[in-house]
T-cell receptor, first 129, second 113 residues
């Protein structure tokens, strides 16, 4: 059964870089049928889920336009891991960060990135001095 | 970006009763080329990550109880729990993957009355 686990420091200072790694076990990150993504969830009531970006095992990426200038996602197939770097963080970046597998769908109409399943347990990142 | 708006924000239902909640997209998320609606539903229990319940608006993920069902097309979608169980207390999110960036609704909190 596929399992994803986020790791990284729980506390980051304002203006610094948040770095997280997602380790995939029970399956290969080089699976051509899946992308790998990062999603975050602020802990403020009423704030929902926000997609950060996704990566394919080849290294192809796509990012949220609102975060694109500060985000880099990379993949290390030899370690079965993918990573997130978010630069110049502020208090607004405080959230639970999840990694997840994203299904890649092909049919006669084209190819699409679709739903997220499964998700890692999530890690709370607090931005504070 | 496509905005997903869920209603109601919260819902209290008696055990064994039907729970129905809605999700409306700011534009159609039906792909007429394959007749698929690019919507998923997730369940999130306290302290846990979201869990996929439904994809393509109405296809139940493997292992999901058949009391959960999804319906709708175009811009209006519904998740129904036919007979609410205690373990269904959670926040439910809809998600569109029709266009990038993928976006989620704000969630509907389901509680026991």
């Amino acid at each position: 059964q596929l399992h994803l686990q986020e790791s990284g420091p729980g506390l980051v200072k304002p203006s610094e870089t948040l770095s997280l790694t997602c380790t995939v076990s029970g399956g290969s990150i080089s699976d051509s049928n899946h992308y790998w993504g990062w999603i975050r969830q602020p802990q403020t009531p009423g704030r929902g889920l926000e997609w950060i970006g996704s990566i394919y095992y080849s290294g192809s990426t796509n990012y949220s336009p609102s975060l694109k200038s500060r985000v880099t996602i990379s993949v290390d197939t030899s370690k079965n891991q993918f990573s997130l770097k978010l630069r110049s963080v502020t208090a607004a970046d405080t959230a639970v960060y999840y990694c997840a597998r994203r299904q890649f769908w092909y049919d006669m109409s084209g190819h699409y990135s679709t739903w997220f399943d499964p998700w890692g347990q999530g890690t709370l990142i607090t931005v504070s001095a | 970006d496509i905005v997903m708006t869920q209603s109601p924000d919260s819902l209290a239902v008696s055990l064994g009763e039907r729970a129905t909640f809605n999700c409306k997209s700011s534009q159609s998320i039906l792909n007429s080329s394959n007749n698929k609606n690019y919507v998923g539903w997730y369940q999130q229990k306290p302290g846990q990550p979201p869990k996929l319940l439904i994809f393509w608006a109405s296809t139940r993920e493997s292992g999901v109880p058949d009391r959960f069902s999804g319906s709708g097309s175009g811009t209006d979608f519904t998740l129904t729990i036919s007979s609410l169980q205690a373990e269904d207390v959670a926040v439910y999110y809809c998600h569109q993957y029709y266009s990038s960036p993928p976006t989620f609704g704000q969630g509907t909190k389901v509680e026991i009355k």
